[in-house]
């Protein structure tokens, strides 16, 4: 597990994720003005049709964004096992394979 001092604290985290989405939405906007230059720039034999603007502003970066900014701060409690242990508790008891680890 992590100790604490690897944690960036929030205002740091923020402002890095703000310059992240900007450089993003930067590309994010680049690209969907190639692929719109694409498409009209008529390279097939059929014409092509117009890109529809959607109805409603869907900003996927921004999704993303307020996604991680809302995420819990504070870090987890340390586990009295392994987590590779939580199958065995799966395990019955009376079971041929909870038996072998009883005895094991």
Not at 25 to 50: H, M, P
Not at 67 to 74: F, G, N, P
């Amino acid at each position: 597990m992590e100790s604490n001092s690897e944690y960036v604290p929030r205002a740091k985290a923020e402002a890095a994720i703000r310059a992240l989405k900007e450089r993003l939405a930067n590309q994010y906007e680049i690209r969907l003005e190639e692929l719109e230059r694409g498409l009209t720039s008529g390279k097939g034999g059929k014409a092509r049709r117009q890109r529809v603007a959607p109805t409603s502003t869907v900003d996927p970066i921004g999704d993303l964004v307020n996604q991680v900014l809302e995420r819990d701060a504070t870090p987890l409690l340390p586990r009295s096992t392994p987590q590779a242990m939580d199958p065995v508790r799966q395990v019955a008891p009376m079971s041929y394979i909870g038996q072998a680890l009883l005895d094991g």
